[in-house]
């Protein structure tokens, strides 16, 4: 015991010297040190429990019940040692963030005395009580149990004193509550599907990995200057505030050099996501002044988001060592850029083939083609799944607007890439090819090379782009659970692929070749996607219009967008590819739209409160002020013939604040009056619509009102920090 609680004591104290006086020690001397993995398994399990538990981890199979009581004493023996007194099933419910209930290891033993206990049934599966948990009516009531169950594919980890298991999170009925669950079966399905196209080029793939490599956007406030601003700390955006004389308009933030206090903050939250076995690589200012971006390596998607989740919780928890407040809503501040989270998304195969990189010759490319081309075919044909997995109250604001990907889906491949695609086009004969031909052909996509050009000449403003190895889904927005994006996005593809293989299979059938079945169904895919192929800028007017004329969805409307997973299209694709169920697909609906609903709701009330409370009042002690010194002139001046043109600035300074302040109280009273008409809908999607339609206007209308006050007011009693301090404290 003495030598266990030695360890503990030592390692609690290493935990500060990662960093002394500024040196660090190497980061692979403790990266997942946090973190209960292979080796670490393989030290404290024994050798059966290791073998069951990576069997679990690499193949799907089940935990024995037996094995797991062996497997929850080694990594209580690990945790502890680390100083865990706690554990908790770790899960991604539908509301934003993780949650987490602590459970103590500690039990009753003999005689009344205390032991620390951790059962394998306690590993596996637990009930929390998570009755308010968001589940879209799946739970009523009366069984409101809920239960998570341990995802064996991610590791085990600690945080503070706590051991955290990563869990799934289902209803009684067996639905998902989670993005876990939907997304590891989203996974499944690609795996599945990929594997049985890549049968068709290499007999030894029997496992296709989806990977993800997201890059989180976010802004960094002063603390204080963030508990001064109400609505930031409530809704996670200013609803309020004039832009500043000087923000982003010199892009002199980007990429310059990172202020101190930043870098501090950075080495800090970079050193707890190594010791979480998070490979963060990547730190940069971002365009808007204050705002930065961090960028792991990427690694297989179901990791991915649970490290993304997890360094956005430990980035939030290091800021306020450092006095920062880290802001990951998609749009703070109006006027200025917001934040993405960037999904870079590929395909690669258990034998160790990126399925979306060119390869060195004609057979690879042929598989690069295929996948590539599926990918194309599965976007356009489910852009609004695509697009209604990233809609959100937040994200709305970004979306549309001239800095981030168009409320239209798009895919953008480069010109060597498209070029090879034309080329394709008119080769492939439709019908069997001569040897000729196919050498010709085979020349053809053997000329593709492995670094393309593009990788580097990239077109931001494409919500999908192809960038040489992967594609990358920016329409992603910066506070999301990246799973959403990657559920739809792998299922979409998976569904694709299946009917790849249909459709090549039936064409061997009739006789022809491999390959040229392969060319055939490809060539098709080629002509059928064409509309969703877009090379130019995504911000222009004139892709509005011409996305228009090829019939393209563009929905900027957040219910509308969201309606999109109610389609016979969407209930059929998750169904089919086992990954949601209908029931499943309706209930998630109804809590996207409930949550937008209530964030609308909550910056309708916040705002509401600071206009009359906040600015209402400071607008009248300034009005007064300015009546007391036209007052004291008319004694002084009165009698003077120029006394008019002597205060007529004052006076019609005292009419602009006093119509503000009229327009401001009549129409957050007209807001509270459509908000009593919506709270009164029991109709979820009527409710939200409502809620879009009827009081989210207000937020805009009423700021303005807001914004032209602050630039006359007396700045010495303007209550709010402003965007100029907001932006450029550091
Ligand atoms: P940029 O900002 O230029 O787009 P970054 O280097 O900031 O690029 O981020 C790129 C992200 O893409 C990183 O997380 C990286 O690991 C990831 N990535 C690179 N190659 C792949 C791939 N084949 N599949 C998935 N993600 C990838
Ligand atoms: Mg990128």
Redesign the pocket.
């Known amino acids: 015991m003495a030598k266990l609680r030695f360890t503990a004591l030592e390692e609690l104290l290493n935990r500060d010297t990662k960093k002394v006086e500024g040196t660090r020690i190497p980061t692979s001397d403790y990266f997942g040190e946090l973190v209960f993995d292979r080796p670490k398994m393989k030290k404290y399990l024994s050798k059966d429990a290791f073998e069951h538990v990576i069997e679990a981890v690499e193949k799907g199979t089940r935990i024995d019940r037996r094995m797991a009581d062996q497997i929850a004493l080694g990594m209580k023996a690990w945790a502890m040692e680390n100083g865990a007194t706690h554990y908790t099933h770790w899960f991604h419910p539908l509301t934003d963030g993780t949650a987490e209930k602590h459970d103590a290891f500690l039990t009753f033993g003999e005689f009344g005395s205390m032991v620390e206990s951790f059962s394998g049934s306690l590993l596996v599966q637990q009930e929390p009580d998570a009755s308010s948990f968001p589940s879209g009516g799946i739970r009523n009531t009366f069984e409101a149990r809920g239960y998570t169950a341990w995802d064996v594919s991610s590791p085990a980890f600690i945080v503070g004193s706590t051991l955290c298991i990563p869990t799934i999170f289902v209803s009684y009925t067996g639905h998902a509550l989670d993005y876990k669950f939907p997304l590891l079966k989203a996974l499944q399905a690609v795996d599945k599907a990929a594997v049985e196209v890549c049968q068709y080029f290499d007999k030894n793939v029997t496992r296709v990995i989806s ?5 989180q956007e976010y802004f960094l406030v002063d603390e204080a200057l963030f508990q001064s601003r109400p609505d930031l700390v409530l809704t996670g955006r200013t609803l309020m505030g004039h832009s500043s004389a000087k923000d982003q308009q010199l892009d002199d933030h980007y990429f310059s050099s990172i202020p101190e206090r930043v870098i501090a903050f950075m080495e800090d939250f970079e050193i707890e996501a190594y010791r979480l076995g998070i490979p963060v ?2 730190r ?1 200012n971002e365009v808007a002044p204050n705002q930065y ?1 961090v ?4 690694e297989e998607t179901n990791l991915a988001n649970d490290h993304n989740q997890l360094v956005m919780d430990v980035m939030k928890r290091v800021a306020r060592k450092h006095k920062f407040h880290v802001l990951f809503h998609e749009k703070p501040f109006k006027g200025i850029n917001g934040s993405g989270k ?1 999904n ?3 395909l ?1 195969t258990n034998t160790g083939v ?1 399925l ?2 060119p390869g060195r010759n004609p057979k690879s490319n042929l598989q690069f083609l295929t996948f590539l081309v599926n990918v194309l075919k599965a976007v356009y044909d489910n852009q609004d799944i695509l697009l209604g997995s990233i809609m959100s109250a937040g994200n709305s604001h970004r979306l549309g607007a001239n800095e981030a990907p168009p409320s239209i889906i798009s895919v953008f491949l480069g010109s060597q890439i498209s070029a090879m695609l034309d080329e394709l086009e008119t080769r492939v004969p439709d019908k069997k090819m001569t040897p000729d031909e196919k050498t010709a052909l085979k020349l053809d996509i053997g000329k593709i090379p492995e670094i393309l050009l593009d990788n580097t000449d ?1 077109n931001r403003t494409s919500p999908f782009a192809f ?1 040489g ?2 594609f ?1 889904f920016r329409a992603v927005g910066s506070s999301a659970n990246c799973a959403s994006a990657m559920i739809a996005l792998n299922t979409a593809v998976a569904n694709q692929l299946k009917v790849f293989k249909t459709e090549v299979d039936a064409l061997i059938d009739k006789g022809l070749k491999k390959d040229e079945a392969i060319f055939q169904v490809i060539k098709e895919y080629i002509t059928y996607s064409k509309n969703i192929h877009f090379d130019g800028d995504g911000y222009s007017e004139e892709w509005v219009k011409e996305a228009a004329k090829r019939g393209l969805v563009n929905v900027s409307n957040v219910p509308e967008a969201l309606k999109a997973y109610l389609s016979d299209k969407a209930k059929k694709l998750f169904s089919e590819n086992g990954v949601f169920t209908e029931v499943e697909l309706e209930a998630r609906t109804e809590v996207e739209l409930e949550k937008y609903t209530k964030k609308i709701q909550i910056e309708a009330r916040v705002l509401g409160d600071l206009a009359l409370n906040h600015i209402v009042p400071t607008a009248v002690r300034y009005m007064n002020t300015l009546i007391e010194n036209v007052q004291g002139l008319k004694d002084i001046f009165g009698k003077e013939s120029d006394y008019q043109e002597l205060v007529s600035d004052r006076l019609d300074l005292i009419k602009q604040i006093s119509n503000h302040i009229q327009y401001i109280k009549n129409k957050t009273n007209d807001m509270v009056e459509a908000r009593k008409v919506a709270n009164k809908i029991d109709d979820m999607e009527k409710k939200a619509e409502m809620y879009d339609q009827k009081v989210r206007p207000y937020l805009d209308d009423i700021r303005y009102h807001i914004d032209k006050l602050e630039l006359s007011v007396d700045n010495g009693i303007w209550p709010l920090p402003k965007y100029r301090e907001l932006l450029f404290a550091r």
């Open positions: 990977n993800l490599g997201w890059e690589k990547t940069h971006e960028a792991p390596i990427f960037h870079n998304w590929s690669s990126n979306l990189s990239r960038t190895n992967r990358e």
